[in-house]
């Protein structure tokens, strides 16, 4: 059942932990307000056997308005199963048998190679289950765990229709009951993945966490805003859209409810587009 934001707010942590950062071998740039950050946008579950999904249509509105905003930074699109294409990244070629802690920690590898080893900080963007990878990657950082980077540098992530206390009751029971794969189990409401992945895990410069949800999305529904974070939006109107709508939408002005740590959550009727919210939680770490 859809909660309202009310509900959410009741049961949200107010405060972002911050994790023990290591001084690394090579600084990274110092925190700020930039577009020159790259980009990693990291898509959600696939059916299918084998499983995949086309990188470039699937985040074909969220990069081109970001090009067309003006981002700077290079932009990936992320790929991990075996039928997956079109993808600038491919962190892995698995089924949906991989574990999410598995694909977390290909995704902090090829981070660190391509961007924390070279001194380089990035931002990210993970829809759905994607940003339980993103989750995943930075919480083996966060412990540091064997296999994980020592370090990584990633400033700022913004998750979309991500279920971080687990999937809706309808959607995760049909989840197993359909496809009873090692991926669905990982999000399932109180699963061992999800007891293990950190609240708003942190990079080695500190990382920057916004959730967005939409009251539309059954889902997930108010389990993307059920992580502790600095910044959360949720569209609380019913605007017809879909769970995959979040990566969609680039226009128009919506009812928005949305909030900055700790300070009271605000209420407006011309709130930004879903992907147009997401590009700004990447540019200003504080008020936006």
């Not at 307000?33 to 249509?57: I, M, Q």
């Not at 991990?80 to 962190?91: A, H, L, M, N």
Request: net charge positive.
């Amino acid at each position: 059942m859809i909660r309202r934001w009310s509900a959410f707010l009741a049961a949200a942590i107010a405060a972002l932990a911050l994790g023990t950062a290591t001084v690394p071998a090579q600084a990274a740039a110092a925190r700020d307000d930039s577009n020159t950050e790259a980009v990693y946008f990291v898509k959600g579950y696939s059916k299918g056997s084998p499983p995949g999904a086309n990188c470039k249509t699937y985040w074909k509105p969220a990069t081109t308005a970001f090009t067309q905003w003006g981002w700077q930074g290079k932009l990936h699109t992320v790929g991990f199963y075996t039928r997956d294409r079109g993808c600038s990244v491919t962190i892995a070629r698995r089924g949906t048998d991989a574990s999410l802690r598995t694909l977390g920690r290909a995704l902090a590898k090829d981070i660190y190679r391509r961007y924390t080893s070279k001194g380089k900080s990035v931002d990210i963007v993970g829809h759905s289950m994607g940003g339980l990878i993103v989750r995943a990657a930075l919480t083996g950082v966060q412990q540091k765990l064997p296999g994980w980077p020592t370090k990584l540098y990633v400033e700022d992530v913004v998750t979309l229709g991500t279920p971080h206390d687990g999937l809706s009751t309808l959607a995760g029971i049909g989840c197993s009951l359909a496809y009873g794969t090692r991926q669905c189990q990982d999000m399932r409401h109180e699963s061992s993945f999800l007891d293990w992945a950190a609240q708003s895990p942190q990079g080695t410069q500190g990382t920057d966490w916004t959730l967005i949800g939409a009251a539309d999305d059954d889902v997930v529904d108010d389990s993307a805003l059920r992580m502790s974070a600095s910044h959360s939006v949720w569209y609380p109107g019913s605007n017809g859209w879909s769970h995959g709508a979040l990566t969609d939408i680039t226009a128009g002005t919506y009812a928005m409810n949305y909030r900055n740590w700790p300070t009271p959550p605000l209420e407006t009727q011309n709130g930004a587009a879903p992907i147009r919210a997401a590009m700004h939680a990447l540019y200003w770490e504080k008020n936006w």
